[in-house]
Nanobody
Framework: QVQLVESGGGLVQAGGSLRLSCVAS????????MAWYRQAPGKQRDFVAR???????NYADSVKGRFTISRDNAKNTVSLQMNSLNVEDTAVYYC??????????WGQGTQVTVSS
């Protein structure tokens, strides 16, 4: 069983930055694919970014060049640096883990609100 705990959300003005973190429990972190998703009010949950166990990254087109995903296996942590935020980035951000055994886990989410 893996538990994911996100932090770092908050209220920021448009153009500002936030850094989200997700700490994972257990011993499978270093071999897991980690990802961030987000869900705006009334909308489906959408992919934001992912990072493989070998630190290969992929991003949604809407965040390319603004967001950076990274991982620290020593701290069981995956982070999302978000720059040049705009109001369309307002959402609950979720951390997701995919283990080598095929299990997946979600965090509880952290709210990001961008004001104009």
């Amino acid at each position: 069983q893996v538990q994911l705990v996100e932090s770092g959300g908050g209220l920021v003005q448009a153009g500002g930055s936030l850094r989200l973190s997700c700490v994972a429990s257990g011993s499978t972190f270093s071999t897991s694919l980690m990802a961030w998703y987000r869900q705006a009010p009334g909308k489906q949950r959408d992919f934001v970014a992912r990072i493989s166990s070998g630190s290969i990254t992929n991003y949604a087109d809407s965040v390319k060049g603004r967001f950076t995903i990274s991982r620290d296996n020593a701290k069981n942590t995956v982070s999302l640096q978000m720059n040049s935020l705009n109001v369309e980035d307002t959402a609950v951000y979720y951390c997701r883990a995919f283990t080598r055994r095929g299990n997946e886990y979600w965090g509880q989410g952290t709210q990001v609100t961008v004001s104009s």
